[in-house]
């Protein structure tokens, strides 16, 4: 099974599957599809996070292929070019990307086929073209001023001076020539070949902090996955620089309320939703950072203590004004897919440029759009994630895995930035507090909170609860696209617990597609 954003991506994977290839493999294969179909989400000069399950060993691992700031980019750096905060375009918001490392190490250590096989079908995609969808063209549209204020960017995706029309077919040669070289020389053609010398030269003529040595040292992590249980079944996320701490804050807080009694939907159960991920927030925003930088403290943050301290803070008939972090004990677009393979291994995979086209900056010759990463980091010199050299900064990015009675139940994200934990804690009530099936789960209408401004709704959340919710001081924010990409976009994969089959959604807020063999 394979469940993404995009058919064209998810047929690629499934054709991986079909040659014999694993759950690992088809995810590099729809990965770099989606590099070619959804090039304003995802791509070579991106970041990603990945979670594996593995059937023989009943093991489940942890990928971190987020990039790191240059070893140039200091904080005293910025301040002497005059920022006060971290941009959010340019070259000076791009990290190193770790996308191909991460395909690669994932390829090496547990795919069973090489970067050839499973870069053909993206290759062939950007040789041949595809023919643009109306989300993708719109989201195409609505960022061109950005490509513009980049030379290499409006040459490479707005070609006759434009975005491509729903319909028309891009073709993407420079792209596809980067993938072949790739798929011929492997990851050193980009993080010591000519891409690289590429990356550099971009960088320093635009000012950039950029050298040889950046990409060259560059490598992927291996990590711990962080849980909690929630009803019975355990939640796994990546754990920092990831922001997946957020989901688990907010479920442990939510367990304490019977949320099935309150209906789904009705502005009880929004209100405490909404209070549960505020305060999640809070905490996220100041705790997630680089561990090789800072002592995270998890196993303080998710005790039960510090719950139920956090939890007190909820007033059950008006909404939280001033939400701070808490002092827990201490101890010592972007793209998601899923795969399943036959053997009964799962891949939960997201990858991403973070806001649409990254950082606007294309590198020339080479198609491949550099992320904006960096405007993560903070230039508060006393925040755990500030800005220092070779460090990582707080990434968006969380794939997701669910455990029931220690097997696998399902494999699921939620894409789109800081929606993404608020996307997973609906998704997750919808599936386990009101026992949805994976595509209802998906199609409910979700609530998106901004801090420090409000909540939006999507149409078909009852008018009479955003009326009480307001009633109990719940700011409102209008969006002139009620149907516009604000609420993210999901894909899920069930493992039947009665016969192991497998039952997968596609969100319809996005070109998604779930395709199984």
């Known amino acids: 099974m394979v469940a993404t954003s995009q058919p064209l991506a998810a047929q690629a994977g499934i054709s991986i599957l079909q040659q014999g290839g694993n759950a690992v493999d088809a995810a590099i294969a729809t990965a770099a599809a989606l590099n070619v179909v959804e090039p304003q989400s995802t791509g070579l000069g991106g970041d990603a996070f990945a979670l594996i399950y593995l059937k023989k060993s009943n093991e489940l691992r942890a990928l971190n292929a987020s990039g790191r ?89 707005l070609p006759q001076g434009r975005p491509p029309r729903a319909g028309e077919v891009f073709v993407q040669p420079d792209l596809a020539k980067t993938l072949r070289t790739i798929a011929e020389g492997g990851k050193e053609a980009f993080y010591q070949g000519e891409i690289a010398d590429a990356i550099v030269a971009c960088s320093r003529r635009l000012g950039g902090f950029f050298s040889r040595q950046d990409l060259a040292q560059h490598k992927s992590t291996w990590v711990e996955p962080i849980s909690t249980s929630y009803r019975g079944y355990d939640i796994y996320e990546c754990p920092p620089n990831d922001q997946g ?41 100041y705790y997630i950072a680089d561990p090789d930088f800072s002592i995270i403290p998890l196993k303080g943050l998710l005790s039960p203590p510090y719950i139920d301290k956090r939890r007190a803070l909820i007033k059950a008939d008006k909404a939280l004004e001033a939400v701070t972090r808490g002092v827990p004990d201490t101890d010592g677009d ?110 409910a209408p979700r609530f998106r909170y901004y801090p420090r401004q409000g909540c939006a709704f999507e149409p078909g959340v009852p008018q009479a609860a955003i009326a009480e919710l307001k009633r109990r001081g719940h700011p409102i924010v209008q969006l002139d696209d009620p149907y516009s ?29 779930a395709i199984g063999l």
């Open 69 to 157: 700031a240059p070893g140039a980019m200091t904080l005293e750096a910025m301040q002497k070019l005059g920022f006060k905060a971290m941009p959010l375009t340019g070259i000076h918001s791009v990290t190193v990307p770790g996308t191909l490392d991460g395909w690669c190490t994932l390829l090496d250590t547990l795919g069973t086929m090489g970067l050839q096989d499973v870069l053909a079908p993206a290759i062939r995609l950007a040789e041949e073209g595809f023919p643009v969808t109306e989300i993708i063209s719109h989201s195409w549209h609505v960022n061109s001023p950005k490509l513009r204020q980049n030379e290499a960017a409006a040459r490479t995706y």
């Open 485 to 513: 990409q604000q609420f993210g976009g999901g894909q899920i994969i069930m493992i039947s617990p009665a016969n192991g089959a497998y039952i997968a959604g596609s969100d319809p807020r996005k070109d998604g597609c």
């Open 245 to 285: 701490l957020i989901v688990l804050l907010a479920l442990r807080i939510l367990e304490g309320y019977d949320l099935a009694s309150m209906g789904h939907n009705s502005a009880g159960y929004l209100h405490l939703l909404i209070e549960a991920i505020k305060l999640a927030f809070a905490d996220g925003d």
């Open 334 to 443: 972007t793209v998601y897919l899923a795969t399943a393979d036959k053997e009964g291994n799962y891949v939960s995979f997201i990858n991403s440029l973070y806001h649409a086209f990254g950082s606007g900056v294309v590198v020339e010759g080479t198609g491949i759009c550099l992320q904006n990463r960096g405007a993560l980091f903070s230039l508060d010199p006393t925040h755990p994630n500030c800005l220092a050299p070779g460090k990582r900064p707080y990434h968006t990015i969380i794939p997701g895995m669910v455990f029931k009675d220690g097997e696998p139940r399902y494999v699921f994200g939620v894409m789109g930035g800081f929606m993404q934990p608020q996307g997973h804690v609906q998704v997750l009530a919808n599936l386990i507090d009101f026992s949805m099936g994976v595509q209802t789960a998906l199609d």
